[in-house]
């Protein structure tokens, strides 16, 4: 059974531009949640997904936003990037409660 | 709101016994879970308690006590391939998880 597949893997962006991230779950989950994690922060929630409805967000501001489409695909989108917003990015995907599956992330730089 | 605690650092020595601890601040609790994240890697998923008392998976077991707000991950017979770093994160109140700062395991030789 595939895995949680994020792209990209990587990516450089300069302030102000935007990014949008992409999200495949393993092949039945219909949660998807995303995460920042930076070295400073830890792992801090950003929001969640199921059947295409977001159940809860995390406090980031609105710059930050989301989306999941009917097969379960998830996208992530930074409009107006700031420096801070260096971190990775990682995607889960889970069927029980308390059990998630994360991609390997996609490792963003803001210069 | 939701917060965790656990030690930022802990160090002990191959073949020996550790144990994480986290205590939690949560409205709304659904569980513990335990994950474990290699420098570079994803977190992985160990281990998830919602009811109290000990769990075990092979080396690794985890512990939870609702009255008390408390959990801890135990590694017995440690190896090297163990030094990464090992959250405990908590349900929200609609399924999403908030995860603790982390602690990172060291195993010598």
């Known amino acids: 059974k595939a895995g949680v597949t994020q792209t990209p893997r990587y990516l450089i962006k300069t302030r102000g531009q935007q990014v949008t991230l992409s999200c495949s779950p393993i092949?039945?989950?219909?949660?998807v949640s995303w995460y920042q994690q930076t070295p400073g922060q830890g792992l801090q929630f950003l929001f969640e997904?199921?059947?295409?409805?977001?159940?809860n967000k995390g406090n980031f501001p609105g710059r930050f936003s989301g989306r999941q489409f009917s097969n379960s695909r998830s996208e992530m989108n930074v409009s107006t990037l700031e420096l801070g917003d260096s971190a990775l990015y990682l995607c889960?995907?889970?069927?029980?409660?308390?059990?998630?599956?994360f991609g390997e992330g996609s490792r963003l730089t803001v210069l | 709101g939701q917060s965790l605690e656990q030690p930022s650092e802990v160090t002990a020595v191959e073949g020996a016994i550790v144990q994480i601890n986290c205590t939690y601040q949560t409205s709304g609790f659904y569980g513990l879970s335990w994950y474990q994240q290699h420098d570079g890697g994803a977190p992985t998923f160990l281990s998830y308690n919602a009811l109290d008392g000990l769990e075990e998976t092979g080396r690794f077991s985890s512990f939870l006590s609702r009255s008390d707000s408390y959990g801890y991950l135990l590694l017995q017979e440690l190896q090297m391939k163990d030094s990464a770093s090992y959250f405990c994160a908590v349900g929200g109140s609609q399924g999403n998880l908030i995860f603790g700062k982390g602690t990172k395991l060291s195993v010598k030789p």
């Open positions: 092949s039945g989950h219909r949660s």
């Open positions: 889960a995907s889970s069927l029980k409660t308390g059990e998630l599956f």
């Open positions: 997904y199921f059947s295409e409805t977001q159940r």
